[in-house]
């Protein structure tokens, strides 16, 4: 064993009873901002298996403005267990002493965590249908967790909607990232804010993918990290938010139920009836705070902890949340530029070429040889790629047309990341009307022409192009 896999041991053999050995600790596929990772021990009744959650790289991070932190996630989870929630047990907070860095050890649960497969699988065909009503039994339960007497209140966060908007605008701009389209949606959430309600505790990432799901239904609620108190309804817009709805857009409720199903079982736990227009103001947010956390992630690949090949993969993904702003405040007419073939000093092999034969390496042969996080990673490493060879065919032209619009709409000459900086303070500061003439085409065309580089087959970019 490693050093790591050495200490996790002897931590499991202090708190878990009955333990014997530890056989394995697999890091898990997926978690961008925590590791998880199934541990296989036994113990004086056989094999069993546990599960952890981690900081990334083993960091004794402390909580910030943005999460509460891991040893609070772990209460959180305790508390929603003890109010009905499907939680798993926990049976150990880390700390320094145990020398891993900061998480907690619980109790391993069977069913369905990937987003995607729980639309597909077979299995999960029965229950399927009824998720969006349990999903909003669930999130009434949480949302009557009295923070105060539980003892939650002094770990977690309080904002108003309007602090949450602009806390997300100001961290996208700490990024030297001018995103127009994301200025744009903050502008328009703070002019269509809804009327603040008593704060409750909000999970705040409660969406496909954050769940996990058996032929019985949601067996956990998973990833409390960034819970906080406030409006409860940013848990229902959120879940409704495109991202996590994996390709199937026509269905509201995390691309497996209707929104009148989970407005319904909200009603039946909790006797309150919401507004869909309430939803929709926090489903557009949810898009919008994807949006910055996808930033975000570019930020961490260039500074660190976590320099892996899946964080810049995840920046790209910025555009399609931003397309899906278009899709619900602007929508319209677009006109996509057209693939040009891209240059090279030599006849053979071209850019494309070169690019063509690393990504189907990576995406047959490396992932044919390996499993688990290798074989993840080397998909996302070959799906980077793809962006590059799209961003050689149509990044040229589509730079040339954002360009020419900017200079029209700003009735200015320069460089265009200039010109974008330019249009992105003129919405900062509130110089430039949301109802300006051409400024919702400008955008929907940027995005838009984006999206068809960064991912064509996003169910927003097909909405968008239809």
């Known amino acids: 064993m490693n050093e790591f896999e050495t200490k996790l041991a002897a931590v499991l053999e202090r708190t878990i009873p009955g333990f014997r050995q530890m056989i394995s600790a697999e890091r898990l596929s997926g978690g961008a901002s925590q590791e998880t990772y199934r541990i296989t021990i036994e113990d004086d009744a056989g094999q069993r298996l546990l599960a952890m959650r981690r900081a990334v790289g083993g960091q004794y991070e402390m909580p910030d ?105 100001d961290q996208y701009k700490e990024f030297t990232t001018p995103a127009p389209m994301i200025d744009f949606t903050a502008r328009w959430l703070l002019e269509n804010l809804p009327p603040e309600g008593t704060p409750r505790l909000v999970h705040n990432d409660f969406r496909n993918g954050n769940l996990m799901v058996s032929p019985e239904g949601v067996t956990a609620v998973l990833d409390w990290e960034v819970c906080h108190l406030g409006d409860p309804i940013r848990d229902l ?118 690019l063509v034969s690393v990504r189907d390496f990576l995406r047959n042969d490396v992932r044919s040889e390996t499993e688990g996080r290798t074989n993840f990673m080397s998909l996302v490493a070959s799906n980077s790629l793809d962006i590059v060879i799209r961003e050689l065919q149509l990044g040229p032209r589509h730079l040339e047309g954002e360009h020419q619009r900017l200079a029209a709409l700003l009735a200015t000459t320069g460089p265009v990341m200039d010109l974008r900086w330019q249009l992105t303070t003129a919405l900062r500061d509130g110089s430039m009307a949301l109802d300006h003439p051409g400024l919702a085409e400008h955008l929907r065309t940027t995005v838009v022409n984006q999206v068809a580089i960064d991912q064509p087959r996003y169910s927003g970019f097909t909405a968008a192009t239809t």
């Open 65 to 169: 403005e943005t999460r509460p932190g891991l040893p609070v996630e772990a209460m959180l989870m305790q508390v929603a267990r003890k109010a009905g929630v499907p939680e798993p047990e926990v049976f150990h907070v880390l700390d320094r002493s145990d020398d891993i860095g900061l998480g907690f050890i619980m109790e391993w649960l069977d069913g369905e965590t990937l987003g995607a497969r729980i639309l597909k699988a077979p299995e999960l065909d029965e229950i399927r249908p009824h998720l969006a009503r349990q999903c909003g039994q669930i999130l009434a339960r949480i949302h009557a967790i009295d923070p105060v007497a539980t003892g939650l209140a002094p770990h977690l966060e309080t904002m108003s909607n309007e602090q949450f908007v602009l806390k997300m605008w």
């Open 237 to 354: 817009g959120w879940i409704c938010t495109n991202s996590w709805r994996f390709g199937r857009r026509e269905l509201a409720v995390g691309g497996f139920g209707e929104l009148d199903d989970l407005l319904a079982g909200y009603a039946e736990e909790s006797g309150t009836h919401i507004d869909p227009a309430h939803v929709k103001f926090w489903e557009v947010f949810g898009s919008y705070w994807w949006a910055v956390g996808c930033l975000k992630m570019a930020e961490h690949w260039r500074n660190g902890p976590d320099q892996t090949v899946e964080r810049p993969g995840i920046a790209r993904r910025s555009s399609e949340c931003q397309v899906d702003c278009v899709n619900l405040i602007i929508p319209g007419p677009v006109v996509l530029v057209e693939a040009q073939e891209s240059m090279s000093s030599i006849d053979m092999p071209t850019i494309d070429e070169l």
